[in-house]
């Protein structure tokens, strides 16, 4: 089955740090871009970050920058972001996507577009 799983969520006290994982199953994660995002109840979903092979640097918006850090094993087929210096503007469910088009041409006028595929999503609370 062609899959995304993401784990790695949960409660954190604000200052601390979680690492996400996103497991792909059913397809090779390094053919893909893949993208974290967030969403909090009542705001937009915002990307947090964003990888693929053909672009060497990862994107981040100003809101983490600094802070997160993306990174793949393609051993494991996996993508984390690993994720400091957390505060309570964190608190969202964190989603994980791909798809087989680069990082850069995923937003066309400010909307995001068609991905191929996304996970379920974790929680991660911080609590301040």
């Known amino acids: 089955e062609v899959q995304l799983v993401e784990s790695g969520g949960g409660l954190v006290q604000a200052g601390g740090s979680l690492r996400l994982s996103c497991a792909a199953s059913?397809?090779?994660?390094?053919?893909?871009?893949i993208g974290w995002f967030r969403q909090a109840p009542g705001k937009e979903r915002e990307r947090v970050s964003c990888?693929?092979?053909?672009?060497?640097?990862?994107y981040y918006p100003d809101s983490v920058k600094g802070r997160f850090t993306i990174s793949s094993d393609n051993a494991k087929n996996t993508v984390y972001l690993q994720m400091n210096s957390l505060t309570s503007e964190d608190t969202a469910v964190y989603y994980c996507?791909?798809?087989?088009?680069?990082?850069?041409?995923?937003?066309?006028?400010?909307?995001?577009?068609?991905?191929?595929?996304w996970g379920r999503g974790t929680q991660v609370t911080v609590s301040s």
């Open positions: 996507a791909a798809d087989q088009h680069r990082c850069n041409t995923w937003y066309y006028n400010g909307q995001l577009r068609y991905l191929e595929l």
């Open positions: 059913g397809f090779t994660l390094d053919d893909y871009a």
């Open positions: 990888i693929s092979k053909s672009e060497v640097v990862p």
